[in-house]
């Protein structure tokens, strides 16, 4: 059980930027895929973007798709979540999760969790 914490968080203007990162306890993520998932209140879990940690590309929702960058550092310890021109719809818990299945945008594919960041967009 790889422990995943997210940070970043925050309560942001509508069109704002904010990034979010996601840290793989100090070490080094092992697994294909890194995403990032949101929930809003009274709506189902959904994907947002994922990034492959060992030479794959990075692929979005389309809700985000030319708003949000993901991307992993160079150590290899940390996803983050550029997200820029934030609407009020962008309002959720954001998760990051991890999966073996490159390009996986199922929720019940992903393996490790973290607990959630809030971000809140108002206008």
């Known amino acids: 059980q790889v422990q995943m914490v997210e940070s970043g968080g925050g309560l942001v203007k509508s069109g704002d930027s904010l990034r979010l990162s996601c840290a793989a306890s100090?070490?080094?993520?092992?697994?294909?895929?890194v995403g990032w998932f949101r929930q809003a209140p009274g709506k189902e879990r959904e994907f947002v973007a994922g990034?492959?940690?060992?030479?794959?590309?990075?692929y979005y929702s389309a809700s985000v798709e030319g708003r949000f960058t993901i991307s992993i550092d160079n150590a290899k310890t940390t996803v983050y979540l550029q997200m820029n021109s934030l609407k009020l719809e962008d309002t959720a818990v954001y998760y990051c999760?991890?999966?073996?299945?490159?390009?996986?945008?199922?929720?019940?594919?992903?393996?490790?969790w973290g607990q959630g960041t809030q971000v809140t967009v108002s206008s």
């Open positions: 990034v492959g940690t060992s030479g794959y590309g990075s």
């Open positions: 999760a991890a999966t073996p299945y490159q390009g996986s945008r199922q929720e019940w594919q992903y393996n490790y």
């Open positions: 100090g070490r080094t993520f092992g697994h294909a895929v």
